[in-house]
């Protein structure tokens, strides 16, 4: 972890102690006054980074115990669908608090699937967020429907429950609310818009294994819940998904349109009875398997991303220029896939938010600026000038500019273009002195953002 105040003076001790006798002490800024002036000067100004340590590595392995358990798998042979996988489903079934679980190779799948199998497709209209990976998105036009985008509240970074209403139309079919960066959506507001409007609500649960919301795990609050276990999430595979859900009838029809239509349980290598149509997204049994492992130790690291999170928020909120995140009343725990706040470059001298993010890494705390607007991403446009939606829809559903018009979300173009600041999981599975150092990293650009920009951005600042 970062060298704390103590830890640094003792470091300083030593160090200068061997400075001394090689004569150079004079100038070395771990000497004398210019310890405090080293630590409190920005990295980019030529102070010393907040934060001098390493990060814990994302994903983790722990070694010979696991080696041993995955080359057992390996060297079995048997690779495709099979036991690891159907006790994978079981236990995350159980980790979630539902009553089943399909998984998949991907959550990009997970959606596609849930969405078609809860009666999504061609005609219908789906409310999002748009401030969501692309993958949420894609899923609802890969099954022929139109997203609609309901604006965030940025105090959030969540879907707004007053905007989902303002976007409900006779062809709305399901509401796709997405807890991003680990953190749970206002799921009450949200399930009672659906209640009232006969909505399916599927849970975009990619980013938030194990977070709570009044007293349920995230994905068990709807319909049905997707997860992803791709490298970076809380529990890694390297690819991989699942979807989770109460319902037995959904759960079998999933299953089956994840398996070429043939019924609920066949395993890999039937050839003879489809029913249905059905695509091929079955998970690997070395990917339960990781799957497996990498759970043994999910739920301790979900406490300590929310506790270390939370330390973080109180250590951050008095920093004018950055705005904390916000929680709705009934969060029993985000998981802080990515831990964010908003930065406001006019508190910060005018800094743009590149240079800001520039000056943190410059400290040693790796960070990043997270989602463009999707509207402005080509794929929807794309999708609209596709045959099968061309021969779908009527023009006037498939007026872009219209579509853009309908859909603009500015709330999320500002939280998108100029505020989020996100900072990864594994620097929250640390402790407090680490989240101090990141702290004291914000604090020492915030107190030197004149000179910053004076240095790195005279041109284009606002004052
Ligand atoms: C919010 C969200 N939805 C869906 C997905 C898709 O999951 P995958 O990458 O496993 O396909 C992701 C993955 O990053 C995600 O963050």
């Given at each position: 972890?970062?060298?704390?105040?103590?830890?640094?003076?003792?470091?300083?001790?030593?160090?200068?102690?061997?400075?001394?006798?090689?004569?150079?002490?004079?100038n070395?800024?771990?000497?004398?006054?210019?310890?405090?002036?080293?630590?409190?000067?920005?990295?980019?100004?030529?102070?010393?980074?907040?934060?001098?340590?390493?990060?814990?590595?994302?994903?983790?392995?722990?070694?010979?115990?696991?080696?041993?358990?995955?080359?057992?798998v390996?060297?079995?042979?048997?690779?495709?669908?099979?036991?690891?996988?159907?006790?994978?489903?079981?236990?995350?079934?159980?980790?979630?608090?539902?009553?089943?679980?399909?998984?998949?190779?991907?959550?990009?799948?997970?959606?596609?699937?849930?969405?078609?199998?809860?009666?999504?497709?061609?005609?219908d209209?789906?409310?999002?967020?748009?401030?969501?990976?692309?993958?949420?998105?894609?899923?609802?036009?890969?099954?022929?429907?139109?997203?609609?985008?309901a604006?965030?509240?940025?105090?959030t970074?969540?879907?707004?429950?007053?905007?989902?209403?303002?976007?409900?139309?006779?062809?709305?079919?399901?509401?796709?609310?997405?807890?991003?960066?680990?953190?749970?959506?206002?799921?009450d507001?949200?399930?009672?818009?659906?209640?009232?409007?006969?909505?399916?609500?599927?849970?975009?649960?990619?980013?938030?294994?194990?977070?709570?919301?009044?007293?349920?795990?995230?994905?068990?609050?709807?319909?049905?819940?997707?997860?992803?276990?791709?490298?970076?999430k809380?529990?890694?595979?390297?690819?991989?998904?699942?979807?989770v859900?109460?319902?037995d009838?959904?759960?079998?029809?999933?299953?089956?349109?994840?398996?070429?239509?043939?019924?609920?349980?066949?395993?890999?290598?039937?050839?003879?009875?489809?029913?249905?149509?059905?695509?091929?997204?079955?998970?690997?049994?070395?990917?339960?398997?990781?799957?497996?492992?990498?759970?043994?130790?999910?739920v301790?690291e979900a406490?300590?991303?929310?506790?270390?999170?939370?330390?973080?928020?109180?250590?951050?909120?008095?920093?004018?220029?950055?705005?904390?995140?916000?929680?709705?009343?009934k969060?029993?725990?985000?998981?802080f896939?990515?831990?964010?706040?908003?930065?406001?470059?006019d508190?910060?001298a005018g800094m743009?938010?590149?240079?800001?993010?520039r000056?943190?890494?410059?400290?040693?705390?790796?960070?990043?600026s997270?989602?463009?607007?999707?509207?402005?991403?080509?794929?929807?446009?794309?999708?609209?000038?596709?045959?099968?939606?061309?021969?779908?829809?009527?023009?006037?559903?498939?007026?872009?500019e219209?579509?853009?018009?309908?859909?603009?979300?500015?709330?999320?173009?500002?939280l998108c273009?100029?505020?989020?600041v996100?900072?990864?999981q594994?620097?929250?599975?640390?402790?407090?002195?680490?989240?101090?150092?990141?702290?004291?990293?914000?604090?020492?650009?915030?107190?030197?953002?004149?000179e910053?920009?004076k240095?790195?951005?005279?041109?284009?600042?606002?004052?």
């Open positions: 972890m970062g060298i704390d105040r103590r830890d640094f003076l003792k470091k300083g001790a030593l160090a200068s102690g061997g400075l001394f006798l090689s004569g150079l002490w004079k070395s800024p771990a000497f004398g006054k210019g310890v405090s002036d080293a630590r409190k000067l920005p990295a980019v100004l030529g102070g010393e980074k907040a934060h001098p340590g390493s990060w814990p590595k994302w994903p983790k392995w722990k070694g010979t115990a696991w080696d041993e358990k995955m080359i057992a390996l060297r079995s042979g048997v690779w495709s669908r099979a036991k690891y996988t159907e006790q994978f489903e079981s236990e995350w079934a159980r980790m979630v608090g539902v009553k089943r679980c399909l998984s998949t190779v991907n959550g990009t799948n997970a959606l596609i699937v849930a969405l078609n199998q809860a009666g999504i497709g061609i005609g209209e789906v409310i999002v967020t748009p401030y969501t990976f692309v993958a949420s998105v894609q899923a609802i036009l890969l099954n022929g429907a139109i997203p609609v985008f604006d965030i509240d940025r105090n970074f969540q879907i707004d429950p007053e905007k989902i209403r303002e976007k409900i139309t006779s062809r709305t079919k399901a509401i796709l609310p997405v807890h991003i960066l680990g953190m749970p959506a206002d799921m507001r949200i399930m009672a818009i659906a209640r009232e409007h006969h909505l399916v609500v599927i849970e975009d649960a990619c980013q938030a294994h194990l977070a709570e919301y009044d007293g349920k795990r995230v994905g068990s609050i709807g319909f049905a819940g997707c997860f992803s276990f791709q490298n970076s809380n529990v890694p595979v390297g690819e991989g998904g699942a979807i859900s109460d319902d009838d959904f759960m079998d029809r999933c299953y089956s349109y994840h398996n070429l239509g043939l019924p609920t349980g066949t395993q890999a290598g039937s050839l003879n009875g489809a029913f249905m149509v059905g695509t091929k997204v079955r998970f690997s049994e070395y990917q339960a398997a990781i799957g497996l492992l990498q759970m043994e130790d999910a301790r406490g300590l991303r929310w506790e270390n999170g939370q330390y973080l928020t109180t250590q951050l909120k008095g920093i004018k220029g950055i705005e904390t995140i916000r929680l709705y009343p969060v029993n725990k985000a998981v896939h990515l831990y964010p706040f908003r930065f406001i470059q508190e910060f743009p938010r590149d240079l800001f993010l000056c943190l890494r410059a400290e040693g705390v790796p960070c990043g997270g989602y463009a607007p999707l509207e402005t991403q080509p794929f929807i446009k794309a999708a609209f000038e596709s045959r099968l939606f061309r021969a779908v829809y009527d023009s006037a559903t498939l007026d872009y219209a579509y853009l018009e309908a859909n603009r979300c500015p709330e999320n173009d500002l273009n100029e505020e989020a996100w900072i990864a594994n620097l929250l599975l640390t402790d407090h002195a680490a989240m101090d150092d990141i702290a004291t990293a914000v604090e020492k650009i915030r107190k030197h953002a004149d910053i920009v240095k790195y951005n005279p041109e284009e600042t606002r004052h």
